[in-house]
């Protein structure tokens, strides 16, 4: 039987997405879909391509129309999701929330977000919703706390190292680089064709607020945890590379990293790890929930390095999301979450 | 009284600049154009562009052709440059040469280049072409070794920090960012529109020869340099942004970094940059002689972050040499080196 | 139970795509990938986004080893598919074929595609596989000639104006625009990035080998159809978009012509009319084997003009050839093909 | 000594172009740069790449405030333009007018720009600033209008065949596409990279603007021309070309054609008119004033085709403002115009 799921926030990218995903989804009927700015609208008016199906003919309600649902998954700004998960928790439901409102531990929302949490007792709470690096928790979640797309690939590529102590987890340097999707779907020059053609640029350095998720991903067991990130826009639609560098902390080489990344996924259907001579590639992974994960030693300044490639919308937003929905349900935890790219 | 001046190497994407260049520029006379494939077709067939000017209507000669010229310009590969540039240094011309062959010491040709050096002695003549950082030393020289690209943004970026003691230059990160013509005319699969858009991929790490390069500029009077250089291609046509990460070797804040910068370079026509708040954007440069750079500190790590972003093909290539050559024919430095970029 | 099916011709762009639906596919048993280049290859090296699955594995075998099979797909060169279609035919196999072998009277070979035709008869017995056009025909085929991307769009587009008589059919203009994958995977300069991006160019006017394909679907019952054709190069990968001008036979708006467009299409799961106000688009159909049409009327000049958007890989190669199989296998049509883009 | 010029709508693409060729140009004075918008900033506030020039510290001022000026360049919405060039011109100014507010009849403003011209006596005495078709008439204009991006291309490619009488001028098609900057600076989902990268789009089809401009530029001596014009976005920033059909009037090839442009733009400095083999192509007249134009005959459909290539921000708006100044100011008209595009 069909689970009951309702999807507020449907009008961006990460909306879209998850409109997507659901669709072809065998065990989810999709209850209500909500949003602020396009109540009352078509869902084929909100997203074009859904023209003409049924799904186009769907209208869009209020997110507060959103009655008792068994899984609420909420695309919605960083404070209003951290007003609305809770209520939604109150009524009942479970939440899967892909902002930012429940990642870190309520003390750095004014630093990192700019705003006092609303509902700090949540945020404790909430289940960090990286299935690769928990996934038992999340299935008993009552709020998951969807990853940032930065954050997935960063911690991905290095929980295994830092787990097994091969570099030193104080000196991180994480250079992030992301197609304009990332930026969201309003209109802004910034992300315009005629500004972003031919444009490499950093952006909000060094303050991103993924760098504590990192860091707090990172931390087990209260392990001293430190990184300097720099996120960069460059001329792409889709796609999120993170190039982790961090010093080794014992002589180690390109083999041996690549095997604690090998051992550390081996079973997972979604991150791929790539061996030397290979180099990992957002375009293979374009529109897949695939993490592409590759090691390398540069044996002349012990510096490790680990590079992620994954679509910032499918593993680094709406595709994770189903994944923790399908953990939730109980169902398998693959279901309806592509891996094939379209290529080219 | 205009200076003769010949271009050896014409076809590729870095002899198309310079035609473009020493096209405009109002001291110099093209006496020779030539290349290895293309002798014989008329410069217009090579680059259609040129197609309907006059110089369109040029015949490209072969490379020994080539008689006496005041300075040759040199457009080759690497181990073709090693052997021509002794054999046109021998016959009178002074050289400025665009490959890697005069960059290094001799010894560190068969690590990084792949052969084994056939001129070591003018190895230790050349001098390094990157005027800000010792224009005297570059008038008066008889082989100016043209910096890489991803070098003279590097270099720009971190020799004011390292001069200063402001960083651990034993810690350097660089990490790359490039635009497809890095890679050269020649058609490829890698390079193709199909396999590039959407497509943010690390390459020839950690083992790309502009490591040496960089380290070697920095290393004045001994210091002791280590980089870790990690190269991306990202889809677009121009355009290198380099990030470089160094732990910092006393507290320091943004705005001292950028002092150091703007100290370093004041006067600098080619130079520009930026305070906080501002990012630099390789499409504000494209097109142009000019550097941009800016600094910051996070200070939460205590690590500085300096990122240069040039277009590879104008000053980190084809405009430097006209810079350079400028410089040896003791004229303006500036003269027939674009400012300002076509933008959007 | 599985109908087995053998794909020979798997290393392009269009075996790629024919690899990834069939992989979906649930009634087909994909026994066979062959190439002449790539035998001997693993899968996965041939197409890296299938490295790590276990597609990826499959050994490409040499297209003279495949076997019998009920169901050949050929995407091949056209001169290599007129020898080899036959061939497999004659092994008792059903054949699709991608290339331009069949598609038009075997005279027409030496003017439109520079080689006398080896097997003329079997142009003769082959069917043109345009579904929406005669899907009973196709089902019942030996030999299906699967229609060209450009020609698939033109066709759609103008056969129910034609068919009504709403338009002269003596004196239409097809202008197309396509991204660079239509050129084929093969390195090459035109289709570089550097070549391409900002770059809008027409090619091989005026004679593309898909006017006459285009001629003769509309040529029903010796109608006499005059077709100019002017394709163009875009700075896209993927997508077709043809828009057809014609003087209008008799007095009509836009209305009409968006009706016979509806009412021709009816309950085809593939053809989505755009009512006046909207505007095909590509980027709405890539990946899909979707066709968007639009009709509008110019009544300053009694013209009217009708446009096609699809994806040149899929409903303009691939996918139409898995549509095609499923009609010769009698299965749903709809199978495995998708009709929901990843937007953006 | 310099004229004095002043500059009005300068915040856009047009306006940022016109300041880099001004910036370079040696007879010319920039007296005021004036925006409505951007009053009261510095002009690399409003354009960062002139951040860090002089020029960049210019105060933008209100447009009202712009005092006596020799001529003044207006880059501004239609309608503005319509009221604003007059009280310029009654205040001795001469005018260069962007927009498209006296192109055409006063009469023909209600159907095709949506509003009752204010000053329909201005629309007659408008010069039509085409300086290849009439550059005498320009020279002693008071007030030119210069021509829309579309109409340069499809007038310049059709004037010569339709003065000889080779083509049916009452049944022209044109075909165009054009790079997003053609839609504007401001922020809109439409010009996004996200939903422009990977589509084709029709636009505006078939009431766009410069349909009746086309035809009034081509209907010299009452001659009757039926334009239909459907213009399309496609994935550049820069960037027209148009295609260009109509049938033959009397038997001719394309050598006939080709000859009769060569014939008509002998001489011209900034059209390049290539023969049959070549194809024009938007990148190779990127950032300069030059148009390529190419002509072929359909001799099997009797269709003459012509297309043309140019840049939209430049020949196609700004260049071809500053080419009117040139003669307006009685100075070489080649002046400060770029030929040589930046390629790749």
Chains 1, 2, 3, 4 share one sequence.
């Not at 014992?250 to 290979?278: I, K, M, N, W």
């Amino acid at each position: 039987m069909a689970h009951g799921v309702s999807l507020i926030g449907v009008s961006g990218f990460a909306g879209g997405e998850l409109v997507r995903l659901l669709a072809a989804h065998p065990d989810v009927s999709l209850e209500a879909v909500a949003g602020a700015t396009s109540a009352g609208s078509r869902l084929g008016e909100v997203h074009p391509w859904l023209a003409g199906t049924s799904l186009g003919e769907r209208e869009v309600v209020a997110p507060d129309a959103v009655g008792t649902t068994e899984v609420a998954i909420l695309a919605l700004p960083h404070a209003e999701s951290a007003t609305l998960a809770p209520a939604l928790l109150e009524r009942g439901a479970r939440v899967i929330d892909l902002s930012g409102a429940f990642r870190l531990d309520a003390a750095a929302y004014p630093e990192w977000y700019g705003f006092e949490h609303p509902q700090p007792a949540w945020t404790a709470k909430a289940v960090y919703g990286l299935p690769e690096r928990g996934r038992d928790r999340i299935a008993g979640a009552e709020l998951v706390a969807n990853p940032g797309c930065f954050a997935t690939g960063a911690v991905l590529a290095l929980a295994p190292v830092v787990d097994a102590g091969a570099i030193d987890p104080r000196a991180v340097l994480v250079d992030g680089k992301t197609g304009v999707s990332g930026a969201g779907r309003a209109a802004s020059e910034t992300t315009s064709l005629a500004a972003s053609a031919e444009s490499v640029r950093p952006y909000r350095a060094p303050r991103h607020q993924h760098t504590p998720e990192i860091e707090r991903a990172l931390s087990v067991d209260g392990r001293e945890v430190g990184v300097t990130f720099v996120p960069h826009l460059v001329p792409a639609v889709r796609g999120v590379l993170v190039t982790c560098y961090a010093p080794l902390a014992a002589a180690a080489g390109t083999q041996d990293l690549t095997s604690l990344l090998s051992d550390a996924y081996a079973g997972e259907r979604f991150v791929r790890v790539l061996g030397p001579g290979d180099m990992v590639d957002t375009k293979r992974v374009r529109g897949t929930n695939v993490v592409e994960l590759q090691a390398f030693v540069d044996e002349r300044t012990s510096t490790a390095v680990v590079v992620a490639a994954l679509d910032n919308l499918v593993k680094g937003a709406a595709g994770q999301a189903v994944q923790n929905l399908n953990l939730v349900l109980g169902i398998d935890e693959t279901t309806s979450l592509p891996t094939m790219a379209v290529v080219p």
